[in-house]
């Protein structure tokens, strides 16, 4: 008795899963002290006991992974020898190295389990973590171990590697990096070093008498600058010359001409002249600008811009041959192939339903949650997840050629390459740079034609005009005006893929919406109970039923009632695509669709919402009507945007929110539903070729080609660890109603821009001066160009930091 | 006077070598993961911590 007192009053307070610190509904699952959620987690822990791994507790708070919702996969899979070197980096036979995405790492303690994993696995050699990656690396030996156990083992433990064959190309991207890293430096070391030897020059000091101590700076310089010239600064030349090859001239074209002009003058003034020459100008020049090339290629490690669908689809699906059940590459799957689609599976091509109770999940193709049932005969499409007991179907369309992945065939997502082109072409840098070049060349010649009569001035003059006219503050504020806009808009949750992207922003005038997932909120929905009201017992009763439903509308209600449970369930029976059938304390409670609760229910509105009936002890008791929430701030941010912008609405749904979703969007925007991914994408392609710069915000597959046809496509996510379609930048859904601010911070920043490059323009007019005269002396250059892109960088730098302040960004 | 051109060369080669420490730096990987190294070597401690008190388990079982 007393016993069972403790036990009551035990279950007052909140009790935490030990593992995953989610909250516990009661402390059945237990080990000693330690009260656990779920069995999963129980075993997680259990794993890591007996290897004597509990540290991973003390490291961190509660650090496991629910379990929960976790589904057993085969990895049988893993035995292909084609898909096993895809997915390895290097084996020898003896030794296997491979690296995994994990993206559930969260903690320290996650960094200390998977480092620790020899400890777990014997054949293991070493793993090593890279956190911001979210990667791990694990080399193992192939007598003991294999890949299919290392895949096992982390499964095991809550940290599941992502499998997926197109993420190769990363690498190629850091050693970009590296090379950047080398230039800058190289770079720095020679401007070091320069300067300290022009000192004499900068001082005018006496050296007469130690003509040959000038000399030898004088040369030792010329070294030096040899790989600031050659090696640090190769990059303005190529991109220069391939700008030019295409008949385009870019801002690297007279960055480069003004880097060779000094070059060349110098070691002519040096080794004809006996002068000192403008190499230390030269090599902080090229310092400064690879400084603002680091500061601009800020990027986002852990997110990834450039999914296709092939990253949601399975790697391997297990398929039925004769009377045996196989697992295949997903690439290996032909039409007419039986395939097994077991719970929480995603179906990878349009098939025909064999057996079994097909209740189809078209999340990702739709972004609509809710399940739809199919029953025998009936087409299913690819991206749909099956939810409940496995079912049996025949593909009758290849992977690439299934309704939905058509989508990656349209020529949206074939032109890449030439995209990142254009992209280049209409930066403001590189639209000014066109003109600028064609005049400092003209005002080169202008001042080599006035000193004509004297060969040395003339030469003096032109190449003066080219060093001082060298757009070098234009090229320095772009990337950190640009640059710091990226890093502020990371603060806030807003992930750019480049800088580019920025001036893009700015210079849209439509935007369109997707609605489901992203102007409405992903798991939550506002639930109401229609009819008369529930008592507390009824309401345990309902919450007792829909907590052992994985049906997302069974969560939705679960989520809005708070009451206790009970567990003294005698009878419970779900049927897919109609509803639960359940008997608590001889208490009969239906709850599902209309037909199958009751009949005798009183008349309802058909107004396309999504209705959950109920009925207890066949007495009708009413409805539970869930909806859609919207984000908080749509409504500010559609009445704000819609005065500069032209909006729009492309659902997948009904139109059952229409009128709901006209009083935000106001009367003249346009609102389409039950538009399918390709109508979305054909959608902004008419915008545009009507000349509108459209940004797309969606999220989700069924938006992939609309995200990829638009100027710029933001994908919405709740977390930012998840898939999100190809996309130019990713929003957190917590920023949502910043977006205008975003959009208008993006505007400022390129006003910066635009500032700064008039504030270059005259430091060029004042430098001007003194190369018509021909008496451009090296102590002069030594001073105006550090100053003015000093003066260029500050300016932008604080000026981006004081209008975000003034937007609320930071 | 041409103390200071020994010097230069001197200063030079210790300036060298520094960027060539920084250039092995960067080979090495060790700009590639700016954070996990610093989580990493708190971990070390607690190993040896653990070692230890297993010592000391099997020193205590022992007497």
């Known amino acids: 008795m007393e016993q069972l007192e403790t036990l009551e009053r035990k279950t007052d307070i909140k009790l935490f899963c030990f593992h995953c610190g989610d909250e516990c509904p009661d402390e059945i699952i237990h080990i000693e002290e330690k009260i656990f959620c779920c069995n999963g987690c129980k075993t997680v822990y259990e794993i890591l006991n007996n290897s004597n791994l509990c540290n991973y507790y003390s490291i961190d708070q509660n650090p496991g992974i629910t379990r929960k919702h976790h589904i057993k996969r085969n990895y049988d899979f893993l035995n292909d020898t084609d898909l096993k070197l895809k997915l390895i980096d290097f084996t020898d036979g003896k030794r296997t190295q491979l690296t995994f995405d994990i993206p559930q790492m969260h903690c320290s303690s996650c960094i200390w389990i998977l480092e620790n994993l020899y400890k777990l696995n014997a054949g293991i050699i070493s793993s090593k973590v890279n956190f911001l990656q979210k990667k791990v690396f694990i080399s193992f030996q192939d007598e003991k171990t294999s890949l299919k156990e290392v895949v096992e083992l982390l499964d095991s433990i809550g940290y599941d590697p992502q499998l997926n064959l197109d993420n190769r190309k990363e690498e190629k991207i850091k050693s970009g990096y590296k090379n950047l890293y080398y230039k800058i430096g190289i770079a720095g070391f020679c401007f070091g070093n320069i300067m300290l030897l022009s000192f004499p020059e900068y001082l005018s000091i006496d050296v007469t008498g130690h003509d040959e101590l000038k000399r030898i700076f004088a040369y030792l310089n010329i070294i030096l600058s040899l790989p600031v010239f050659f090696y640090s600064a190769n990059n303005y030349f190529i991109s220069a010359w391939k700008g030019l090859k295409k008949k385009f001239i870019n801002i690297d074209v007279p960055l480069a001409l003004g880097i060779a002009a000094l070059f060349l003058r110098s070691i002519i003034e040096i080794v004809f002249m006996n002068g000192a020459g403008y190499l230390d100008s030269l090599s902080g020049l090229v310092f400064f600008l690879l400084i603002g090339k680091l500061f601009q290629n800020k990027t986002y490690e852990t997110l990834n811009f450039e999914r296709n669908y092939k990253s949601y689809f399975p790697i391997a699906v297990t398929i039925q041959k004769g009377k045996n059940e196989t697992t295949i590459p997903v690439e290996k799957l032909r039409i007419g192939d039986r395939l097994i689609i077991r719970n929480n599976e995603l179906i990878p091509a349009d098939s025909i339903l064999i057996k079994g109770n097909a209740n189809i999940d078209y999340g990702f193709v739709t972004g609509e949650s809710m399940p739809i049932s199919r029953v025998n005969g009936e087409m299913i499409y690819a991206g749909g997840k099956q939810i409940g007991s496995a079912i049996e179907v025949e593909t009758i369309k290849e992977v690439s050629q299934s309704y939905l992945t058509q989508l990656w065939n349209n020529k949206a997502f074939r032109k890449d390459q030439e995209h990142e082109q254009e992209s280049r072409i209409i930066s403001f840098a590189n639209t000014v740079s066109k003109y600028f070049t064609i005049t400092i060349l003209a005002l080169a010649v202008i001042a080599a034609l006035i000193w004509q009569n004297n060969s040395t001035l003339a030469f003096n003059a032109f190449t003066a005009v080219l060093i001082i006219a060298c757009p070098c503050a234009l090229a320095l504020s772009t990337p950190f005006a640009l640059g710091n806009t990226l890093r502020i808009f990371g603060k806030n949750k807003f992930y750019l893929k480049n800088t580019f992207i920025i001036e893009k922003l700015a210079a849209i005038n439509s935007i369109v919406f997707d609605k489901t997932g992203t102007i409405t909120e992903n798991n939550s929905s506002s639930v109401e109970f229609i009819g008369e009201e529930l008592n507390e017992s009824e309401k345990v009763l309902v919450k007792s039923v829909v907590r052992n439903s994985a049906h997302p509308l069974s969560t939705a209600i679960f989520n809005t009632i708070d009451s206790k449970i009970t567990k003294n369930i005698t009878l419970y029976d779900e049927q897919p695509g109609k509803g639960i059938h359940a008997i608590i304390n001889s208490n009969e409670i239906k709850l599902g669709s209309k037909i199958f609760v009751n009949e005798g229910l009183k008349q309802f509105y058909d107004d396309y919402s999504t209705k959950v009936f109920l009925s207890i002890n066949g007495e009708a008791k009413g409805y539970f009507n869930i909806t859609n929430k919207y984000r908080s701030g749509l409504s500010e941010t559609i009445s704000e945007l819609e005065h500069n912008y032209e909006l729009a609405l492309l659902s997948g749904d009904n139109e059952g929110e229409k009128e709901k979703l006209r009083n935000y969007f106001g009367a003249d925007n346009e609102l389409h539903f039950r538009q399918s991914p390709h109508n979305k994408l054909d959608f902004i392609l008419r915008l545009q070729e009507s000349g509108k710069k459209v940004l797309m915000i969606g999220d989700g597959l069924n938006d992939a080609g609309a995200l990829k046809q638009s100027d710029v496509g933001i994908s919405i996510s709740d977390n930012t660890n998840n898939f999100s379609p190809a996309c130019d930048g990713i929003l957190d859904s917590e920023s949502f109603s910043l977006l205008k601010e975003f959009i208008k911070f993006s505007k400022s920043s390129m006003k910066i821009i635009f500032s700064s490059f008039i504030l270059s323009l005259v430091y060029n007019i004042i430098g001007l001066g003194f190369a018509f005269q021909g008496t451009l002396s090296p102590l002069i250059a030594a001073i105006l160009m550090p100053l003015s892109s000093i003066s260029a960088v500050m300016f932008t730098t604080v000026l981006t930091n004081v209008f975000a302040k003034r937007r609320g960004l930071i | ?63």
């Open chain 2, 1 to 63: 006077m041409s103390v200071i051109i020994v010097l230069i060369g001197a200063s030079l080669l210790v300036a060298a070598g520094f960027l060539i420490a920084y250039l092995w730096a960067v080979k090495s990987g060790q700009y590639d993961d700016k954070y996990t190294p610093s989580v990493r070597i708190l971990f070390e401690e607690e190993k040896k911590s653990e070692i230890g008190s297993k010592k000391s388990e099997i020193r205590n079982e022992k007497t």
